[in-house]
């Protein structure tokens, strides 16, 4: 099992419906590393397209030393090779995907409150999502927790590395990794970048990552 990155770059059904998508996420892993997961996920999204683009990507993240994770597809990220699987509320639970892969793949869980972080730890999750964490039109209407959402859920995670998601720019990487972070992750921050190169590496160089620090 790969160590895990501190910056994860999730996709949506938008995203993933792009003309240009595949050679995006090419430059995203080249300008990144081993220091870049990439997560597909498309909730509505074909499944046969899906596992198309994984499998096109998973020589460029072997490539790179970057990691390709699925979103709630563990019959994807089984068939693919991918490096991990990370499951929402509505996916299957941890512990369940635990016992079909063992340690064979990363596993990670989304997050919303101390209860939810208990539960993905307890049933064997690598690493946490916590959010939202700030205002962002993927969760619009609810009410986002701030820094002080992950600075409830640390002490519950205990050793469990926590990322923060929901409207995380790069000016907003030091307050949620000085409340107990470990990580974030993005959406919008980089595909909807002018230059998601560029949005790549701000991230990192706010994450102290990059230019051979990689972790």
Known sequence: MKKIPYFHLVTDDGVLARQNIT???????????????????GPSTNGRKIHELV??????AD????????????????????DGVHLGQRSFPVYTVRQLVGRDL????????????????????????VGTLFMTPSHDGIEPGGVSLMLRVCPVAGDMPLLGIGGITPERVGSVLAAGAKGVAVIRGVWNAENPCDAVRAYLSELNLGEGEHS
């Open 23 to 41: 050679g995006v996420m090419k430059t995203v892993f080249e300008t990144g590393g081993p220091d870049v997961a990439l997560h597909i996920r």
């Open 55 to 60: 499998t096109k990507m998973r020589p460029i």
């Open 63 to 82: 490539a790179t030393g970057g990691s390709l994770f699925l979103n709630d597809r563990l019959d994807i990220a089984l068939t693919t090779g991918a």
């Open 106 to 129: 990363t596993v990670g869980a989304s997050v919303h409150d101390e209860s939810e972080s208990a539960i993905a730890k307890e049933e064997g999750a690598d690493y946490a999502f």
